[in-house]
């Protein structure tokens, strides 16, 4: 990725962009998120707009902006927290072991993953170095208010009829720090401003953290559970 400077007088919310769709690719471009993405009209547009965001620190350790994926004309849009390991190096959402989960689960439910648009919270992926490793680190407030420009830009653009928010940390981003996934979850959310309706459920990657095959298998259920109330949405 290419090299950015930060922009005197307005560390937090402004960076240089290089290498977007934003006016010439040559140029250095000094507009914060919400302008960058705001000047897009379409989801390829956006995607090569996010190529090249400098909006936070992430992008200096992550190996490329993992934007979303899916039709235009999604009735479901999925968000998870930030793209994995996987995510990262593919440049693609939902492809590692949680993704391949995600996959299982909706063509249980009967939802097909080609109809569906899925995408993060966060568009880079934050690590801390174990050893060879690279481990999850959960992202700040900061982080995820500077990439929420682009989700935003992603749910106007995609108009999807239901959101489904995985995991704490998405669910939190969209509909405050309050909710509660374990309280909340696979019960179908109105009047959220969000979509006509938004469904909370657990992150995939979750279920296979749990300690052990029968906690995983009954993790397994929940989950399929919150996703069969996603397909009588549609």
């Not at 090569?48 to 993992?66: D, I, K, P, Y």
């Not at 492809?95 to 249980?108: C, H, Q």
């Not at 899925?118 to 050893?131: E, S």
Request: with cysteine.
């Amino acid at each position: 990725m290419l090299p950015a400077e930060e922009i005197p007088g307005d560390r937090k919310a402004k960076r240089v962009f290089r290498g977007t769709s934003w006016g010439n690719r040559n140029d250095v471009s000094n507009a914060s998120a919400a302008e960058l993405a705001a000047a897009q009209r379409s989801l390829a547009a956006l995607r090569s707009a996010a190529a090249g965001c400098r909006a936070c620190q992430l992008w200096e350790h992550a190996t490329q902006t993992v934007f979303g994926e899916g039709p235009r004309d999604a009735a479901v849009m999925m968000i998870g927290e930030q793209p994995g390991d996987k995510e990262d190096l593919a440049g693609h959402p939902f492809v590692g072991p949680a993704g391949r989960l995600l996959d299982e689960v909706l063509e249980e439910v009967g939802i097909e993953r080609d109809d569906v648009y899925l995408t993060n919270a966060v568009k880079h992926f934050k690590w801390t170095a174990r050893g060879k490793r690279r481990i999850h680190d959960k992202p700040n407030a900061a982080e995820l208010a500077a990439c929420r420009p682009w989700l935003d830009a992603e749910l106007a653009a995609v108009r999807p009829q239901v959101v489904v928010v995985l995991g704490a940390t998405a669910a939190q981003a969209l509909l405050g720090r309050s909710f509660r996934v374990t309280s909340q979850r696979g019960k179908q959310l109105d009047a959220t401003g969000i979509a006509p309706s938004v469904v909370a459920t657990v992150h995939p990657s979750s279920i296979l953290r749990a300690p052990d095959e029968t906690a995983r298998a009954e993790a397994r259920q929940a989950f399929a559970a919150d996703l069969a109330v996603v397909a009588r949405l549609l």
